[in-house]
């Protein structure tokens, strides 16, 4: 949880086990990347900044850390090149001696770029693996570089192109080292299906890769915070692990809105004799509110719409990709479609309209090579529990 709460909950063991991974070691191989997937405030950033870098730091590695995310108004490439070019700025001196020796064969472009290290960015005409090998050169060690919600870099043209060349700094820097140097790459999502496009198809740049899925906070997690929280309350007003973990697990394990029950159920500790109620209340009343505001974005859909959008919502529970214009997704709109009472026979021109029309209620992501998957895919999770009170 963020350091405002008072409460921060440690994960070492996950973070040595990733590390370990990271060059091999580990019951799990990440030598070739790691793309970590969970749902958006489930902790995955917090840990990433607690535990892993600080991990990787404690081991001797440069931890370079970008969130793409962090300013969606700018090109994903130029945030990854910003964040390289920041790491490179303690580095000037040993960068500028490299220039004048010049006895890597490798740093010749430096000869011929204008570098200015007073902004933190890299150079006109620098690649990426330009950089990120003058980096590793420059600070003799093995890099880390954490890229916090990469599925945004498929938005953009430039951004697929930093991947690709992420793929060729690492197939270079790798090449020919042991497991203790070159560069390491750790991809995070909060949508399994937007980061699986990165290792999806031939064309993407790491084909072949898999998705891991990121551990969820468990009941170390409440029975710490349980703990953190009785220490401020009387020793007759005391909240209970179990009741603190079930409103957790009815939140999705989301600390963020397991914090603002907590803040809502605070206010009536001056009444309360039963806090247990007062927690399973609270977290049901705000995923009710989380769930309307699906249910309404839903009831303003046409019904070729919902059908599209339920066959999506049912490829991404199967974690398969949807591909738009199959034979099969074809039939299986027509099939969702009868069931909703429609007799629209769809064709591609139809479900076509039906997925721009799904981008523009922000409820469909595209990437910019044509891939598409639910913006959210909690929306999965409540169509599926929608369905099945339809159905009774």
Same mark, same amino acid.
């Given at each position: 949880?963020?350091?405002?709460?008072?409460?921060? %909950?440690?994960?070492?063991?996950?973070?040595?086990?990733?590390?370990?991974?990271?060059?091999?070691?580990?019951?799990?191989?990440?030598?070739?990347?790691?793309?970590?997937?969970?749902?958006?405030?489930?902790?995955?950033?917090?840990?990433?900044?607690?535990?892993?870098?600080?991990?990787?730091?404690?081991?001797?590695?440069?931890?370079?850390?970008?969130?793409?995310?962090?300013?969606?108004?700018?090109?994903?490439?130029?945030?990854?090149?910003?964040?390289?070019?920041?790491?490179?700025?303690?580095?000037?001196?040993?960068?500028?001696?490299?220039?004048?020796?010049?006895?890597?064969?490798?740093?010749?472009?430096?000869?011929?770029?204008?570098?200015?290290?007073?902004?933190? +960015?890299?150079?006109?005409?620098?690649?990426?693996?330009?950089?990120?090998?003058?980096?590793?050169?420059?600070?003799?060690?093995?890099?880390?570089?954490?890229?916090?919600?990469?599925?945004?870099?498929?938005?953009?043209?430039?951004?697929?192109?930093?991947?690709?060349?992420?793929?060729?700094?690492?197939?270079?820097?790798?090449?020919?080292?042991?497991?203790?140097?070159?560069?390491?790459?750790? %991809?995070?999502?909060?949508?399994?299906?937007?980061?699986?496009?990165?290792?999806?198809?031939?064309?993407?740049?790491?084909?072949?890769?898999?998705?891991?899925?990121?551990?969820?906070?468990?009941?170390?997690?409440?029975?710490?915070?349980?703990?953190?929280?009785?220490?401020?309350?009387?020793?007759?007003?005391?909240?209970?692990?179990?009741?603190?973990?079930?409103?957790?697990?009815?939140?999705?394990?989301?600390?963020?809105?397991?914090?603002?029950?907590?803040?809502?159920?605070?206010?009536?500790?001056?009444?309360?004799?039963?806090?247990?109620?007062?927690?399973?209340?609270?977290? +049901?009343?705000?995923?009710?509110?989380?769930?309307?505001? %699906?249910?309404?974005?839903?009831?303003?859909?046409?019904?070729?719409?919902?059908?599209?959008?339920?066959?999506?919502?049912?490829?991404? +529970?199967?974690?398969?990709?949807?591909?738009?214009?199959?034979?099969?997704?074809?039939?299986?709109?027509?099939?969702?479609?009868?069931?909703?009472?429609?007799?629209?026979?769809?064709?591609?021109?139809?479900?076509?309209?039906?997925?721009?029309?799904?981008?523009?209620?922000?409820?469909?992501?595209?990437?910019?090579?044509?891939?598409?998957?639910?913006?959210?895919?909690?929306?999965?999770?409540?169509?599926?529990?929608?369905?099945?009170?339809?159905?009774?």
């Amino acid at each position: 949880m963020s350091k405002n709460t008072g409460f921060v %909950f440690r994960r070492p063991s996950l973070a040595k086990s990733i590390a370990d991974g990271l060059v091999g070691a580990g019951i799990q191989d990440y030598v070739s990347g790691l793309f970590l997937a969970a749902p958006r405030r489930t902790g995955k950033s917090t840990f990433l900044r607690e535990d892993l870098i600080p991990e990787c730091e404690s081991r001797g590695w440069l931890a370079v850390y970008v969130d793409l995310w962090a300013n969606k108004q700018k090109d994903p490439a130029e945030l990854i090149a910003a964040a390289i070019g920041a790491a490179l700025v303690p580095y000037e001196k040993g960068i500028r001696k490299l220039a004048k020796s010049m006895g890597i064969e490798k740093l010749s472009f430096l000869r011929t770029l204008s570098w200015d290290f007073s902004k933190p +960015q890299l150079p006109a005409g620098a690649t990426l693996t330009q950089a990120l090998e003058l980096l590793h050169s420059a600070a003799g060690k093995m890099i880390v570089l954490v890229i916090d919600e990469a599925q945004h870099a498929l938005t953009t043209e430039s951004g697929i192109n930093a991947m690709f060349g992420l793929k060729a700094a690492r197939d270079e820097l790798n090449q020919g080292r042991d497991n203790d140097g070159g560069l390491r790459l750790v %991809f995070t999502g909060s949508n399994r299906d937007k980061l699986a496009h990165l290792v999806l198809s031939r064309n993407q740049p790491f084909y072949g890769s898999s998705i891991t899925p990121f551990p969820l906070l468990g009941k170390e997690f409440t029975q710490a915070y349980t703990v953190h929280l009785n220490a401020h309350l009387a020793q007759n007003n005391q909240f209970m692990p179990e009741d603190i973990d079930e409103a957790f697990e009815q939140l999705g394990r989301r600390p963020e809105m397991l914090r603002t029950v907590i803040a809502d159920v605070a206010l009536e500790l001056g009444e309360a004799s039963n806090l247990g109620e007062l927690l399973r209340n609270g977290a +049901q009343l705000l995923r009710a509110g989380f769930w309307s505001e %699906f249910e309404s974005a839903y009831n303003a859909l046409t019904v070729v719409q919902r059908a599209v959008l339920e066959v999506m919502a049912e490829r991404s +529970q199967g974690n398969e990709p949807f591909a738009p214009f199959t034979d099969a997704t074809v039939l299986a709109v027509r099939k969702c479609l009868e069931i909703l009472g429609s007799d629209v026979a769809p064709g591609t021109q139809t479900i076509q309209a039906a997925i721009d029309a799904l981008r523009d209620k922000e409820l469909v992501w595209k990437s910019s090579r044509g891939a598409y998957a639910l913006e959210d895919k909690t929306f999965a999770e409540w169509l599926k529990q929608y369905r099945s009170q339809r159905r009774d």
